[in-house]
């Protein structure tokens, strides 16, 4: 109407405070987004937890010395009135998010000064292993008219759809419901179990109803892994931190529900939301990259000492790895939180050497803390070498005498271990000649020969996996290089074992071990098995630590050990 003037109610953009960078102690500054998923991976006592306490100490007490992040940057948006239209009078004082803070001037000035650390939880979360286990333990009950609800539960016991949302998603990880009871009294209790069906006539408030839920179990009454799980959930999923910190959120859970944990954190985080994340679970991590999201950041750390040397993986670099078939469906992400990861062949070297490895250890003395893993062959070994490197994750690769025999597997292992291809060229050109010019052990006609005494002797309708290594035992044996594979370096004499010794150092300083008896059957010569039957009855029946014909192994498992 003419003449009438409108009173329109002034909307606010919520206040709220962020991380814009993070300076560490090893010199790396790194800058995140307001929606960034930020995970920190790394080997025991690395200092990934610290990084979080570091954050949170930033913004609780700013005179706290921080360890590992030593600087921050913060970022604050919105507008003031937001914060001050949250401030309550009780009896002559100013609460602000329930917190006493004696008058709203003060938030102002805080805010102005960016020094939050008298109102810091209202914007950073810290979710430690320990308040992740009473986060769902009933709430106090309130006024739902006048007060303003604090904690999780409170907040669920407004918003139906946030508890049938939260609901959901536990049910994916236990199969059972989370039911929050609204008519218990003076607490606010949390159920889990199958909802109770609501008969004619009855409502979430009946008696009837409400005697049905009260017999199903509390949260707070269950295993850990069940509360941590929840507690997480409520946290995240109803709280308005801009900030929130998780130390090892996989702790308590088994390894399909921490996969399912990140993948729900990734999935259904709100935008404008950061998440710092500590976590030492290879299944937690590959739960976030499952959900294929642009916001992920992982960073490695390594200490040396008293620095803790900081690797970052961008969102695209992930993408790449991620795509790899390798990666997505091996244990080789386990390597993000070992001190060092060795890539074999195949998994009867890994557990050849893994076994070599625990005999030297055997008298109490500590473990090295390594990854033994598989890549399925010569030829990708080069995509997991790239892979571990990017991540700053200290890699070994070892594999047969025979990777020589192929120049161009040979050249791309050697340049993804950082070796300049001129720098062994010459050397190799050296070996590789010197096995041509050998006499193989069969020429055509005996490898022809031998193949069908093989399939004459066994005459087998179908050709079975014995025949079939027999086969490829006889062509192997057209080829020198198949000798060099039984006897190794000492197949080579003069400038050749010259060479080759120079080569197999070069290698070494940069990670690669080429197997020096040829393969890794040739460590243990009284055995004529091949494979698993060789690796089982090496393991089973032979005394690794003492036997002098695994001198050798002992010896070349050491050489792994300094590196």
């Known amino acids: 109407m003419k003449g009438v003037k409108e009173n329109k109610k002034k909307v606010y953009i919520e206040a709220k405070v962020y991380i814009d960078e993070i300076t560490f102690n090893d010199g790396n500054k790194f800058h995140f987004d307001n929606s960034d998923i930020v995970v920190f991976t790394g080997p025991n006592n690395s ?97 739902v008219v006048n007060d303003t609800p604090q904690a999780s539960l409170q907040k669920l016991y ?54 049905k839920l009260n017999l199903l179990p509390q949260i707070q009454t269950q295993g850990d892994g069940m509360r941590s799980f929840a507690g997480i959930l409520l946290n995240i999923f109803t709280s308005n931190h801009s900030i929130t910190l998780i130390d090892e959120p996989e702790a308590f859970l088994h390894p399909p529900q921490a996969r399912l944990l ?26 976030l990259l499952d959900a294929d999201i642009k916001n992920v950041k992982i960073i490695r750390i390594n200490r040396i000492e008293k620095i803790n040397h900081m690797n970052i993986l961008n969102n695209e670099d992930i993408s790449r790895l991620w795509e790899d078939s390798i990666l ?64 700053n994750v200290k890699t070994v690769a070892i594999t047969d005498i025979d990777v020589l025999n192929d120049k161009n597997t040979f050249k791309d292992i050697a340049e993804a ?7 062994i060229e010459k050397k190799w050109k050296i070996i590789d000649l010197y096995v041509k ?5 069969l020429d055509t006609e005996d490898v022809k020969k031998g193949i069908k005494d093989i399939l004459e002797q066994y005459n087998e309708p179908q050709i079975s996996k014995d025949i079939a290594y027999m086969i490829k035992n006889v062509i192997k044996q057209s080829s020198a290089w198949s000798k060099v594979k039984e006897t190794g370096k000492s197949f080579l004499v003069g400038e050749a074992y010259k060479s080759f010794n120079e080569l197999y150092d070069k290698c070494k300083t940069n990670g690669l071990l080429i197997v020096p008896v040829g393969e890794l059957e040739c460590f243990y010569k009284p055995d004529s098995n091949h494979g698993v039957k060789w690796v089982n009855n090496v393991l089973e029946t032979v005394n690794l630590k003492d036997d002098p014909e695994l001198t050798q192994a002992r010896s070349f498992i050491n050489e792994l050990l300094s590196m």
């Open 262 to 287: 990140g993948k729900m954190i990734a999935h259904n985080t709100p935008t404008k939301r950061q998440i710092f994340i500590s976590t030492h679970s290879e299944d937690f991590l590959k739960g």
């Open 47 to 143: 200092g990934k937890s610290q990084v979080l306490r570091d954050i949170n100490n930033f913004f609780s007490n700013n005179r706290v010395t921080r360890i590992v992040a030593t600087d921050i940057e913060s970022n604050f948006v919105g507008d003031l009135e937001s914060l001050e239209n949250k401030c309550i009078n009780k009896g002559g004082r100013d609460y602000f998010d329930g917190i006493d803070i004696y008058s709203k001037d003060y938030i102002k000035s805080w805010w102005e000064d960016k020094n939050i650390s008298r109102i810091h939880q209202h914007f950073v979360n810290h979710l430690t292993t320990e308040s992740r286990l009473k986060a769902a333990d009933p709430a106090n009950g309130f006024d």
């Open 328 to 391: 997505r469906y091996s244990n080789i992400l386990s390597g993000l939180f070992h001190s060092k990861v060795v890539i074999c062949e195949s998994d009867t070297d890994c557990r050849f050497y893994q076994a070599i490895t625990n005999s030297i250890h055997d008298d109490n003395s500590i473990s090295p803390d390594i990854l033994f893993t598989h890549c399925g062959g010569k030829q990708r070994l080069k995509v997991v070498i790239r892979a571990l490197k990017s991540l």
């Open 158 to 211: 407004i918003d139906d759809k946030k508890e049938s949302d939260l609901s959901m998603l536990f049910n994916k990880a236990f199969g059972l419901d989370m039911i929050v009871n609204r008519c218990a009294g003076i607490n606010i209790p949390l159920h889990i179990g199958h909802t109770p069906p609501k008969e004619a006539g009855e409502d979430r408030a009946s008696a009837s109803y409400l005697k």
């Open 437 to 441: 010019e050998q006499r193989a052990q």
């Open 417 to 423: 271990c950082g070796i300049n291809w001129d720098d």
